[in-house]
């Protein structure tokens, strides 16, 4: 983890940048497509947002027990859905780049034009976004 400083334009530029942006989420989708097979599972995809607890942190859903694992269960087959577009039961990657670029804009937009500092993981996203900006401005 680092300490950074960004906005929404580090975000947006680095979305805008079409090769860099899917490399990176090229990377991510690999690295989680455990069997090989080019396509994303429930299982897959979970697993990993299940370790980083991102509803319970991020919506206060673990504060006193405010949802019990099987309405956490649903939450999070319904993030899944928002990948899977067609329904199909699998991600793909073009839905993973479709729903990861929303999901990158809204950051963007949320951040806005003012300057931010926050800690970002190594390899993350947004830390990709931040070293693509400072080796541009070097």
Same mark, same amino acid.
């Given at each position: 983890?680092s300490? +950074?400083?960004?906005d929404?334009s580090?975000v947006?530029? !680095?979305v805008?940048?079409?090769g860099? !942006?899917n490399?990176?989420?090229?990377?991510?989708?690999?690295?989680? @497509?455990?069997?090989?097979?080019g396509?994303?599972s429930?299982a897959?995809m979970a697993g990993e947002?299940?370790?980083?607890?991102v509803l319970?942190k991020h919506?206060?859903?673990?504060?006193?027990?405010?949802v019990? %694992?099987?309405?956490? &269960?649903?939450?999070y087959?319904?993030? !899944? &859905?928002?990948?899977? /577009?067609?329904?199909?039961g699998?991600?793909?990657? +073009? +839905? !993973? /780049? &479709?729903?990861?670029?929303?999901?990158?804009? &809204?950051? $963007?937009?949320?951040?806005g034009f003012? %300057?931010v500092?926050?800690v970002?993981e190594?390899?993350?996203?947004?830390?990709v $976004?931040? @070293?693509?900006?400072?080796? /541009?401005a070097a």
């Amino acid at each position: 983890m680092s300490v +950074e400083i960004l906005d929404g334009s580090t975000v947006q530029s !680095f979305v805008e940048d079409e090769g860099a !942006f899917n490399a990176s989420l090229d990377g991510r989708f690999a690295a989680l @497509d455990a069997n090989h097979d080019g396509l994303l599972s429930y299982a897959e995809m979970a697993g990993e947002l299940m370790s980083l607890r991102v509803l319970e942190k991020h919506f206060g859903i673990d504060e006193a027990g405010a949802v019990g %694992p099987d309405e956490l &269960a649903v939450l999070y087959h319904g993030l !899944f &859905a928002r990948f899977d /577009r067609d329904g199909d039961g699998a991600v793909d990657r +073009e +839905e !993973f /780049r &479709a729903e990861m670029k929303e999901v990158m804009l &809204a950051v $963007a937009s949320g951040l806005g034009f003012l %300057p931010v500092q926050m800690v970002v993981e190594e390899g993350s996203f947004l830390k990709v $976004a931040v @070293d693509r900006e400072l080796a /541009r401005a070097a």
